[in-house]
């Protein structure tokens, strides 16, 4: 679908300049309509205000194995229309969105399966997970320097500190869960009460598995 869609756009784009009009709002706003909400982009074509570390196009991971071919975060479009959103929100309070994954094809969820096939860590492929569906998302926060905020444990931390609820940590780093919790549920984000890193978009539950896979330009 993606690479039906970028061609189209690009020959809109086209015509539209070889009109003698000039292009108007209206015009861009009819070429973002042709997107529909369920196709499959890349966020860094809609933003570059977002900061990347996607753990699993490395072995930096609880599986400590690279699972990916290449680092790229897509997501059903809107998911990223509405985290977008988020990160505007966070950006006027000073902070970024960092990303450590996206949608994930079926296909890696059974390459993680294989790896760890126990459902207390990965999610069974028979299933499928919203991450299958494009519509979760594993955040943090940093500053405009790239500093993560304190959020009491790394990423994929497999225990009861993982916990938004969790009270055995310092006001700060609550707050700095409170903050990510209370932006991104501004936007539809569900939190995932036992993995403070972890967001569903409430529109895209329904969403089917996807196995789409995109391509590495190396």
């Known amino acids: 679908?993606?690479?039906?869609?970028?061609?189209?756009?690009?020959?809109?784009?086209?015509?539209?300049?070889?009109?003698?009009?000039?292009?108007t709002a209206a015009n861009n706003s009819q070429l973002i309509v042709l997107v529909n909400d369920t196709t499959f982009v890349n966020l860094k074509d809609y933003s570059r205000d977002f900061v990347y570390d996607m753990k699993y196009a490395?072995?930096?991971?609880?599986?400590?194995?690279?699972?990916?071919?290449c680092a790229e975060c897509y997501l059903r479009y809107k998911t990223v229309k509405a985290?977008?959103?988020?990160?505007?929100?966070m950006m006027k309070k000073g902070y970024k969105i960092k990303l450590f994954d996206c949608y994930r094809p079926l296909d890696i969820?059974?390459?993680?399966?294989?790896?760890?096939?126990?459902?207390?860590?990965?999610?069974?492929?028979?299933?499928?997970?919203?991450?299958?569906?494009?519509?979760?998302?594993d955040i943090t926060l940093v500053d405009f320097d790239g500093k993560e905020l304190n959020m009491g444990t790394s990423?994929?931390?497999?225990?009861?500190?993982?916990?938004?609820?969790?009270?055995?940590?310092?006001?700060?780093?609550?707050?700095?869960r409170n903050l990510l919790r209370r932006i991104m549920a501004k936007e539809k984000f569900n939190s995932f009460d036992s993995e403070w890193w972890h967001y569903n978009?409430?529109?895209?539950?329904?969403?089917?598995?996807?196995?789409?896979?995109?391509?590495?330009n190396f």
């Open 109 to 137: 969820q059974k390459r993680m399966w294989a790896i760890v096939p126990n459902p207390q860590y990965v999610a069974n492929p028979s299933k499928g997970s919203i991450h299958n569906r494009g519509g979760a998302v």
């Open 155 to 176: 990423f994929d931390f497999f225990g009861k500190e993982a916990s938004h609820d969790y009270p055995n940590f310092s006001k700060e780093i609550k707050n700095n």
């Open 58 to 69: 490395s072995e930096d991971n609880f599986l400590k194995s690279k699972v990916y071919d």
């Open 1 to 23: 679908m993606i690479s039906f869609f970028k061609p189209l756009l690009v020959f809109l784009f086209l015509v539209n300049l070889g009109n003698c009009y000039p292009q």
């Open 83 to 89: 985290l977008i959103l988020a990160n505007q929100r």
């Open 201 to 216: 978009l409430k529109a895209g539950l329904n969403d089917a598995v996807s196995n789409f896979k995109w391509e590495c």
